[in-house]
Nanobody, 118 residues
Framework: QVQLVESGGGLVQAGGSLRLSCAAS????????MGWFRQPPGKEREFVAR????????TYAESVKGRFAISRDNAKNAVYLQMNNLKPEDTAVYYC???????????WGQGTQVTVSS
């Protein structure tokens, strides 16, 4: 089992920045690729970003490329999402998730709300 807790959400004006954090506990954090997802109001959850176990490989949704950056610190059992140049359409509940060797996101946090005002 891996327990995940997100933090860092809030209200920000368009063009601003936020840094989300996800603290992990339980099994060895470095065993897992980590992802960030979001669920906008009234919409389905969507992929945002992923990094491999070391953070050396990252991938992003097209909608956030060049604005968001995922990173991790295995010594601190944490993964981060730096979000710059935020847009109103980035408003969503953001979740971190741990991906197992079977490439399934088996563990999820409770989410943190990000609201971007225009």
């Amino acid at each position: 089992q891996v327990q995940l807790v997100e933090s860092g959400g809030g209200l920000v004006q368009a063009g601003g920045s936020l840094r989300l954090s996800c603290a992990a506990s339980g099994r060895t954090f470095s065993n897992y690729d980590m992802g960030w997802f979001r669920q906008p109001p009234g919409k389905e959850r969507e992929f945002v970003a992923r990094c491999n176990w070391s953070g050396s490989f990252t991938t992003y949704a097209e909608s956030v490329k060049g604005r968001f950056a995922i990173s991790r610190d295995n010594a601190k059992n944490a993964v981060y999402l730096q979000m710059n140049n935020l847009k109103p359409e980035d408003t969503a509940v953001y979740y971190c998730a741990a991906r197992t060797a079977a490439r399934q996101y088996a563990y999820w946090g409770q989410g943190t709300q990000v609201t971007v005002s225009s």
